[in-house]
T-cell receptor, first 118, second 109 residues
Framework: GAVVSQHPSWVICKSGTSVKIECRSLDFQATTMFWYRQFPKQSLMLMATSNEGSKATYEQGVEKDKFLINHASLTLSTLTVTSAHPEDSSFYIC??????????????FGSGTQLSVL | GEDVEQSLFLSVREGDSSVINCTYTDSSSTYLYWYKQEPGAGLQLLTYIFSNMDMKQDQRLTVLLNKKDKHLSLRIADTQTGDSAIYFCAESGYNKLIFGAGTRLAVHP
């Protein structure tokens, strides 16, 4: 089945540094990818929709200058958390929607990235 | 290992109730979730249940949890055409969410 690779699985960084998270669709092309965030013991929340070749669409309350999204190719989207602070510590997960629709329009998920900012 | 399974497809008539089922394997899951994916959109949280609860009702939605059998269900009363979507159940495994493959709900007149 379709595989989405998300890297890194976990990262620890100092406050003020930037962290980049990659999301790759390994065996399919994905025009659209989604980025989610989950705080401990809370549900998964959609942050933004990433579209290949165009600007990402951010959900209300998500700072686009804080969470930079680049979807430069049909198989790769990146999320960069700029000037990370402890409150950015969270679990981030991406999902990808195949460009070639099979009729199911299902999403395939990465395994997530746990970010801890010290 | 961790696994979440759900049926792939469900077709119901408008006005009937829909029941989407899900089984999971991680008995330590704290929360179990139902997410909805409309065509061309990302996941949106529909509802969730804490693992020490048996049932949760939210307007037309009823979530039932059988922890002994590790079975979760979502019932949608008075199903409408706007409910047509893919529904994902998910369990909160260790440090990550485990999603099922999604159930496509088709509502017909």
């Amino acid at each position: 089945g379709a595989v989405v690779s998300q890297h890194p699985s976990w990262v620890i960084c100092k406050s003020g540094t930037s962290v980049k998270i990659e999301c790759r669709s390994l065996d399919f092309q994905a025009t659209t990818m989604f980025w989610y965030r989950q705080f401990p013991k809370q549900s998964l929340m959609l942050m933004a929709t990433s579209n290949e070749g165009s600007k990402a669409t951010y959900e209300q309350g998500v700072e686009k200058d804080k969470f930079l999204i680049n979807h430069a190719s049909l198989t790769l989207s990146t999320l960069t958390v700029t000037s990370a602070h402890p409150e950015d510590s969270s679990f981030y997960i991406c999902s990808a929607m195949p460009t070639v629709r099979t009729g199911t329009e299902k999403l395939f998920f990465g395994s997530g990235t746990q970010l801890s900012v010290l | 290992g961790e696994d979440v399974e759900q049926s792939l497809f469900l077709s119901v008539r408008e006005g009937d109730s829909s029941v989407i089922n899900c089984t999971y394997t991680d008995s330590s899951s704290t929360y179990l979730y139902w997410y909805k994916q409309e065509p061309g959109a990302g996941l949106q949280l529909l509802t969730y249940i804490f693992s020490n609860m048996d049932m949760k009702q939210d307007q037309r939605l009823t979530v039932l949890l059988n922890k002994k059998d590790k079975h979760l269900s979502l019932r949608i009363a008075d199903t409408q055409t706007g409910d047509s979507a893919i529904y994902f159940c998910a369990e909160s495994g260790y440090n990550k969410l485990i999603f099922g493959a999604g159930t496509r709900l088709a509502v017909h007149p």
